[in-house]
């Protein structure tokens, strides 16, 4: 009986996007950002711009801790979804939801209003990603935090290459947006240094780059979903090859990349 109430805490836990093997990494570091900018600014409350944040993966967790977030996203029905996500939450007056993509986000949040902004999983799909990632900051107040998150070709190219796909995993490298082929599922993949690439152009200071999710997508989910203790030491050793003080390549294999970036501060 103890085991079985022992195990299902250990579930409870992983439900928690703070504690989940695929989130916690990227958490870790929001964590981190967000107490940092409510030092900074003097204000308990922020103000969030959650770009692309479709049904509120991100959006709710943040507005759980007191922050005040808008979400723009093109869909319709990922915003609806949100809506009434947050009101179950018993977060509806916390969030907002704006229809628009990152090409008009100046249509629905006016400049310097944001001191968080997060753009995860959109630069893979816009159509001008450097435009995009331009949009983010535009909409950060002075001394604001933008945090990208996106998929990395290298991961892709390990992967590709573990499951036996060897001419694809060619492809990937060399491949002008980092695709397999016509049947690859995404516009686009990136390195630290094409993220970078896209930001050259504006006055921004790098707060963190680490990667997401070394092992945990070349894994069968069975092999942790049937073990929470196993989840539990992977979670450890993805938090500790993210951003490795002495094996910094590492990183560079990961299937996604999380880059933080801040503004100049307004005495600057």
């Given amino acids: 009986m103890a085991d079985d109430t022992a195990r299902t805490r250990r579930w409870a836990a992983r439900s928690d996007p703070r504690t989940h093997v695929r989130t916690a990494v990227v958490w870790d570091a929001l964590d981190t950002i967000m107490a940092q900018q409510v030092a900074a600014t003097g204000r308990e409350v922020l103000d969030?711009?959650?770009?692309?944040g479709g049904t509120g993966g991100f959006a709710v967790p943040v507005a759980r801790l007191g922050h005040r977030v808008t979400v723009v996203d093109p869909s319709p029905d990922a915003l609806a979804a949100l809506q009434r996500r947050a009101a179950e939450a018993g977060l509806g007056d916390l969030v907002r939801a704006e229809q628009g993509d990152a090409a008009a986000l100046g249509d629905v949040v006016p400049p310097?209003?944001?001191d968080l902004v997060l753009c995860h999983g959109v630069l893979e799909y816009v159509d001008d990603p450097r435009t995009a990632a331009g949009a983010a900051?535009?909409?950060l107040r002075p001394g604001g935090v933008a945090s990208f998150l996106v998929a990395q070709r290298l991961g892709a190219v390990l992967a590709r290459a573990l499951a036996g796909r060897f001419g694809q995993a060619l492809r990937l490298l060399d491949d002008p947006?980092?695709?397999f082929g016509e049947?690859?599922?995404l516009p686009r993949r990136f390195d630290e240094?094409?993220?970078l690439d896209l930001l050259r152009p504006h006055a921004v200071d790098v707060v963190l780059v680490h990667g997401v999710r070394l092992f945990t997508d070349l894994l069968p989910g069975s092999l942790v979903d049937a073990d929470p203790e196993a989840a539990e030491a992977l979670l450890?050793?993805?938090r500790a090859t993210s951003s490795h003080p002495d094996h910094p390549q590492l990183a560079g294999l990961a299937a996604a990349l999380h880059l933080a970036v801040r503004t100049p501060a307004a005495d600057a």
Avoid: F, I, Y
Avoid at 48 to 52: A, K, M, Q, W
């Fill in 112 to 114: 310097a209003a944001a």
């Fill in 193 to 195: 240094t094409s993220l």
């Fill in 236 to 238: 450890a050793l993805e």
């Fill in 183 to 185: 049947k690859d599922p």
């Fill in 177 to 179: 947006d980092g695709r």
């Fill in 48 to 52: 969030v711009v959650d770009l692309g």
């Fill in 137 to 139: 900051l535009t909409v």
